[in-house]
């Protein structure tokens, strides 16, 4: 499979990446309950395909899924593959879910995550959420360098930040990677954080270092497509109720406007 590098680090990863977030099971901001045994046949599956890193973090599942992530590589024989987490939320004994970056607790967050992940070292340490205080955010970010400096994480990155919270960051230690929250149906990243990421070397965990303006061209075209084959389809439903007696003037309107100029943007003929 064909592999990439992670921003200004040695990590060569594949296209896909297995995340995590579901495999921690019923918590808070979890997706249910789940069968550890399916999650590390998952795990297998996905490493047998040629996914070469998995992405977890300590919060999902309250430190299940880095745990689940451990016995699926201890049950693993073939090539280890690299391991992500994050930390920044942390949890109480009674499951009530909190934010901290201070420095203190960023060290006991990545030593545990290195005990539930059975390993000595994390390939890549990220925060998961930057702090209101940009203070905090800062000084957590000290800390992950000198973890970084002291071997217990190879390289350091960003879960969720702004330009501003990455250009202050930046000047404390080099950002390897960010991670944002970037679908069809949220795309703000693409004119702000992304740029950013291109210009400085940062790799994109969520797109894999690929140039930003092919990602937006490529969801571009998608976006065009689909809107476009939506809007045909009202456009023939209102047609055929016309054709039925059934005129629906909101319908037919919307669907013939709409379906004109969808054919337009995704560069096909449009219906008459």
């Known amino acids: 499979m064909k592999t990439n590098t992670l921003g200004n680090s040695d990590l060569t990863i594949t296209p896909i990446g297995l995340g995590a977030w579901a495999i ?43 745990e689940v992530v451990a016995r699926a590589l ?15 939320m942390i949890w109480d004994e009674q499951r009530n879910i909190s934010y901290s970056l201070r420095a203190d607790s960023v060290r006991r967050e990545c030593e545990a995550s290195l005990r539930r992940l059975q390993t000595e070292v994390i390939d890549l340490y990220q925060i998961h959420w930057t ?25 350091i990155g960003v879960s969720n930040a702004s330009v501003e919270e990455m250009e202050k960051m930046q000047q404390i230690a080099p950002i390897t990677s960010l991670q944002p929250h970037y679908s069809l149906m949220r795309r703000e990243v693409g004119n702000a954080q992304l740029p950013w ?3 400085h070397g940062v790799g994109d965990a969520g797109h894999l270092n690929q140039p930003s303006v ?12 689909q809107l476009g084959q939506l809007l045909r389809d009202l456009l023939f439903h209102s047609l055929e109720n016309l054709r039925r007696g059934r005129y629906e003037p909101d319908a037919f309107e919307a669907g013939a406007v709409f379906g004109l100029a969808a054919g337009d943007a995704a560069g096909d003929p449009a219906l008459a």
Not at 26 to 35: L, V
């Open 214 to 225: 092919a990602v937006e061209h490529a969801l571009d075209e998608f976006a065009a497509r």
């Open 197 to 199: 990421c291109q210009r």
């Open 24 to 66: 921690g099971g019923d918590w808070k901001f979890g997706w249910g309950a789940q069968d550890d045994d399916d999650s590390i046949a998952a795990i297998h599956r996905a490493l047998e395909l040629g996914i070469n890193w998995i992405d977890t973090a300590a919060i999902y599942g309250l430190g299940h899924s880095e």
């Open 131 to 155: 702090a209101e205080d940009p203070d905090e955010t800062l000084e957590g970010w000290r800390m992950l360098a000198a973890l970084k400096d002291e071997g217990k994480v190879r390289w």
């Open 74 to 88: 201890r049950e693993w024989n073939g090539a280890r593959p690299f391991v992500f987490t994050k930390g920044g």
